[in-house]
């Protein structure tokens, strides 16, 4: 009897062991989980099919539900249009193509927005502790306003009422020189661009091989300095290679033969560009044809306005349609691609027209010229994807700023006096003392602005603006396979979020002190 008495005894202390009790607790929720998923599972089962009828995992024959079937859809025609796009894009082009579409749209605003949101972000929070008064006292302000006020309503006052207010292009406001203009209208502002043309390859290479020869000096010269504390002349041994293949690379591009063409009439009498001078006059410019957002025409638009000819340029949705228009003498003549104005000629069947080569840089540049009621060349930032941007930037900022203001005010103050005291300048002060120690403080709540700058540009919804989010929309009302878009939502802004904060991670990494 007192055996089992101990037993018992025994027994009851070991299950009431703390550790013990931590194990069996563990199992019972691990239990308890996996129960849960079983029931979750079968519930969302059932639901689905109810709800669905197993449309979700149809095929494109309608033959079985299956798994494998899961994103079949995504091959076919998507059928709708999308206002802005970075690439060629028709209504007929499929579900991935869409979304491909819509994600570079998401990665432009992005990665501008990110940007921009630092650069912005940091000046603010340096003037936040400015001695000027009046400045200082203006960011405040700014910050505090943005801070307070949802970044929704921020978006739609950009929109409705400060981009939609702008003057129509016959009145638009300029900003800048004749070469170098900026325009503010209804439709958007207008900016000058460079235009790549297929002869920037060997600059590319040029400009790549020199990014990592340029970044392979600073690597080793950053470990020199560490080991010796000696500092060589990075920009000297690193920065003179980078400009000498840059060179190289423009300079191969440039002897190659061209590209570019245009086609012409034979009775046009037109064998080069100087020709088209002796056709147009000022109250009669002559009339070309090109494809739609082609390199083609921007390097056209180029060469024209250095020959100071006037033009009009016509754009069709198909090469082969400008083809048409030259056949049909609607244009004088049409413009593109060597290549691919052949491939026209021959769909079209106009063998008797001629082609007659243009001349090509490496990358063209196009200034934005007011033409009546219409722009002429440039790059245009819609009024929804400027809304978008701008919210997003000067949204963020605000945090960013006050980020900033606290990083820099955690360096400690003898830091700024040592500075004072060996003669530097303030802004040798900020730049080599007191930003690079701040830094250390600011990278990590700076990656999650990014990050929320990211995922924010979902509102661009509200705008127009058709992101990737936008597009992904549209595709569930179009095809009802919400379950596969949802899921390559939620993949498609993990890998954005993921990459950032890597990218972000490596720099805060880099900023860490070294301890010895």
Do not use: H
Request: charge should be positive; include cysteine.
């Amino acid at each position: 009897m007192k055996n089992l008495r101990f037993s018992r005894n025994r027994i009851l202390s070991f299950l009431l062991d703390v550790r013990v009790l931590g194990v069996l607790g563990q199992i019972a929720f691990v239990i308890l989980f996996f129960l849960a998923i079983f029931a979750l599972q079968g519930n969302v089962s059932e639901n689905f099919s109810k709800a669905f009828g197993g449309t979700q995992l149809k095929c494109n024959n309608s033959s079985a539900n299956e798994v494998r079937c899961l994103f079949d859809f995504m091959a076919t025609q998507a059928s709708f249009d999308i206002g802005e796009t970075l690439i060629k894009y028709d209504v007929t082009d499929t579900y991935w193509k869409a979304l491909y579409v819509g994600f570079l749209n998401t990665l432009q605003v992005a990665v501008s927005g990110i940007v921009l949101t630092i650069i912005l972000g940091v000046l603010a929070g340096i003037t936040l502790l400015s001695q000027n008064w009046l400045l200082r006292n203006l960011v405040k302000a700014y910050v505090e306003l943005m801070r307070n006020i949802p970044l929704v309503v921020v978006l739609v006052f950009l929109y409705f009422f400060i981009l939609e207010a702008l003057p129509p292009i016959a009145e638009s406001t300029r900003l800048g020189t004749e070469s170098l203009s900026v325009y503010f209208t209804q439709r958007g502002l207008y900016i000058p661009t460079f235009v790549p043309m297929p002869s920037a390859l060997w600059f590319w290479v040029g400009l790549l091989l020199g990014l990592a020869v340029l970044g392979w000096v600073v690597w080793r010269f950053d470990r020199q300095r560490r080991e010796t504390g000696k500092s060589p002349n990075v920009w000297l041994y690193g920065g003179v290679p980078f400009l000498v293949l840059v060179v190289v690379g423009w300079l191969l591009g440039s002897i190659q033969t061209s590209s570019q063409a245009m086609i012409v009439a034979p009775e046009s009498g037109i064998t080069s560009v100087s020709d088209l001078a002796k056709l147009a006059t000022a109250t009669a410019p002559v009339s070309l044809c090109a494809e739609r957002s082609s390199s083609s025409q921007e390097n056209f638009r180029a060469i024209l306005r250095k020959n100071d000819i006037p033009y009009t340029i016509t754009t069709t949705r198909l090469l082969s349609r400008s083809v048409r228009a030259v056949q049909n003498g609607s244009c004088i003549a049409a413009v593109g691609e060597r290549s691919a104005l052949l491939a026209a000629q021959a769909e079209e069947g106009a063998s008797a027209l001629q082609l007659v080569d243009l001349s090509e840089t490496p990358i063209a540049y196009v200034n934005p010229i007011a033409r009546g009621d219409d722009m002429d060349g440039g790059n245009k930032l819609s009024p929804e994807f400027a809304a978008i941007l701008f919210g997003l930037v000067l949204y963020t900022s605000a945090y960013v700023a006050e980020i900033v203001r606290s990083g820099i005010l955690s360096v400690n103050k003898g830091q700024t006096e040592a500075a004072r005291a060996l003669g530097l300048t303030e802004g040798q002060r900020l730049s080599l003392v007191v930003l690079p120690q701040a830094m250390r403080v600011i990278i990590p709540p700076l990656t999650s602005q990014c990050l929320n700058l990211a995922k924010n540009s979902t509102l661009a919804t509200f705008v127009g603006y058709p992101d990737f989010f936008n597009v992904a929309l549209t595709s569930i009302n179009q095809s009802g396979r919400s379950i596969q878009l949802v899921a390559i939502i939620m993949a498609a802004y993990l890998t954005i979020s993921l990459v950032t904060s890597s990218l972000l991670n490596m720099v805060n990494e880099r900023m860490k002190l070294v301890e010895r």
